[in-house]
């Protein structure tokens, strides 16, 4: 047996162990040599592989534990958002945001700064607010602001490295509905209305494929109690599978499937429980870079990369995802420098695409860009350094709880040891 990411494209060549009690897993950590923790296996860089002991931690007994306040919540960690917002509304209750899928763990969204989108609305590491883990030496500790409070800052967006989370304390909200609404505008009207549409909205992003003139705008909105959706997902996928095969046998087709794609209809309207609403089903395999630039330099970067994309012709078969997060203080979280647009750039996993990554990475990169941790990017210990003002303090925490590397893997070793 062997592990493999979302897309297939990281591998390890040992099974994931699932321990079923803190003492179980305790006992695994305690024993061995390295151990990385794993949960849907959505990211794209190589943060889960080791060579040794890979933990899964979706069997792990645990309960969901509400405040008195009703303000936040004590979490099992290794819980998929998608069965935490479950239990969260049985209890009246919600997270304030989620991304557009929702299989991955609580832990592991929280440790590589996963997010969703609203100007307002940060990511799923900044509702953190106290950790329990599983150290090197297998003795479980707190951390929070009041408790060890160097480890609870960097543990926010820990990459897995001060231990194995078990139980995570988390801001929540009252219960709320949303109203989803997908349509098509022009891309040079959505560059100039574009900020004025994010204030009006609580939650907006678009999708643009680089070959083509027009968008696919959705925004969220509150709206009255309803029932759930009849459907799962905001965008059908059948079709566009049909036309990702084409390009991969005929990429240069590519340009005029996009263009031809985007004279279909691309609207529609669902309205449900805000749990249901956020996520979407997502089936079609795909390699993800994603970066986090200053919110007032997005939009240049996006035209730029695609104008490059045209002039070449390239055959990018995926659509850019343009998104909104609000700024944080979390050390290494690339919103802690102030508002950031969200560029999300995919390839179809049939199809090459480590040089347009490439290419567009250093386009984002001269606009002030950081990346997302769990996707595609090509950082070096230096670039951290030069783009983390906190990123040596992060280490000498890591080193303080871990001192023979534990949770180290190469990847990691190169950033952080």
């Known amino acids: 047996m062997s592990w493999s990411n979302w897309s297939g494209s990281v591998t390890a060549p040992v099974a994931v162990a699932r321990p079923q009690s803190e003492d179980e897993l305790a006992a695994l950590v305690r024993g061995a040599r390295k151990v990385r923790a794993t949960g849907a296996g959505h990211s794209f860089m190589p943060l889960c592989p080791s060579d040794e002991l890979i933990l899964?931690?979706?069997?792990?007994?645990?309960?969901?534990?509400?405040?008195?306040?009703?303000?936040?919540?004590?979490?099992?960690?290794?819980?998929?958002?998608?069965?935490?917002t479950a239990a969260l509304w049985d209890e009246g209750l919600a997270l304030a945001n989620q991304?557009?899928?929702?299989?991955?763990?609580?832990?592991?969204?929280?440790?590589?700064?996963?997010?969703?989108?609203?100007?307002?609305?940060?990511?799923?590491?900044?509702?953190?607010?106290?950790?329990?883990?599983?150290?090197?030496?297998g003795v479980a500790r707190w951390c929070d602001a009041a408790t060890e409070p160097?480890?609870?800052?960097?543990?926010?967006?820990?990459?897995?490295?001060?231990?194995?989370?078990?139980?995570?304390?988390?801001?929540?909200?009252?219960?709320?509905?949303l109203a989803e609404r997908i349509e098509k505008r022009r891309w040079d009207e959505v560059r100039?209305?574009?900020?004025?549409?994010?204030?009006?909205?609580?939650?907006?992003?678009?999708?643009?494929?680089?070959?083509?003139?027009?968008?696919?705008?959705?925004?969220?909105?509150?709206?009255?109690?309803?029932?759930?959706?009849?459907?799962?997902?905001?965008?059908?996928?059948?079709a566009f599978r049909r036309v990702l095969d084409i390009a991969a046998k005929l990429p240069f087709l590519t340009p005029f499937l996009q263009r031809m794609m985007m004279k279909t209809r691309f609207d529609g309207q669902r309205r449900g429980p805000a749990h249901a609403i956020f996520p979407s089903d997502r089936t079609i395999r795909f390699e993800e870079m994603e970066y986090e630039l200053p919110r007032a330099a997005g939009?240049?970067?996006?035209?730029?990369?695609?104008?490059?994309?045209r002039r070449k012709r390239l055959p990018?078969?995926?659509?850019?995802e343009y998104r909104?997060?609000?700024?944080?203080?979390?050390?290494?979280?690339?919103?802690?420098?102030?508002?950031?647009?969200?560029?999300?750039?995919?390839?179809?996993?049939?199809?090459?695409w480590a040089d347009h990554f490439a290419g567009a990475e250093a386009i984002f990169r001269a606009h002030g860009g950081r990346?997302?941790?769990?996707?595609?990017?090509?950082?070096?210990?230096?670039?951290?350094?030069?783009?983390?003002?906190?990123?040596?303090?992060?280490?000498?925490?890591?080193?303080?709880?871990?001192?023979?590397?534990?949770?180290?893997n190469p990847h990691l070793e190169a950033l952080f040891s």
């Not at 007994?61 to 998929?80: C, E, N, Q």
């Not at 969204?109 to 609203?118: K, L, R």
């Not at 643009?208 to 309803?226: E, M, Q, R």
């Not at 941790?373 to 303080?400: Q, S």
Request: overall charge negative; glycine content about 8%.
């Open 56 to 84: 899964g931690l979706d069997r792990l007994a645990g309960a969901l534990s509400v405040a008195a306040d009703r303000k936040s919540a004590r979490i099992p960690a290794g819980w998929s958002i998608k069965r935490l």
């Open 99 to 137: 991304g557009d899928v929702d299989p991955q763990s609580l832990a592991g969204a929280m440790a590589t700064g996963t997010h969703g989108t609203g100007v307002s609305l940060g990511s799923l590491a900044a509702m953190a607010r106290g950790f329990r883990l599983v150290g090197a030496d």
């Open 150 to 177: 160097d480890l609870y800052q960097a543990q926010r967006l820990s990459l897995g490295l001060f231990g194995i989370a078990t139980e995570i304390e988390a801001a929540v909200v009252p219960a709320f509905h």
């Open 192 to 238: 100039e209305s574009y900020d004025e549409l994010a204030e009006r909205h609580r939650h907006i992003e678009f999708w643009v494929f680089p070959h083509a003139d027009t968008v696919i705008l959705k925004t969220l909105d509150p709206c009255d109690p309803c029932d759930p959706p009849s459907s799962t997902t905001d965008i059908e996928e059948a």
């Open 299 to 309: 939009l240049d970067a996006l035209t730029e990369v695609i104008g490059w994309i």
């Open 316 to 320: 990018v078969s995926f659509p850019f």
């Open 324 to 352: 909104t997060v609000a700024a944080d203080d979390i050390w290494m979280s690339p919103m802690n420098a102030g508002p950031v647009a969200a560029i999300s750039m995919h390839q179809y996993a049939k199809m090459p």
């Open 371 to 408: 990346p997302h941790w769990a996707k595609r990017h090509t950082l070096t210990r230096g670039d951290v350094d030069t783009l983390y003002p906190m990123a040596e303090r992060y280490r000498t925490v890591r080193r303080a709880a871990d001192r023979q590397g534990k949770f180290l």
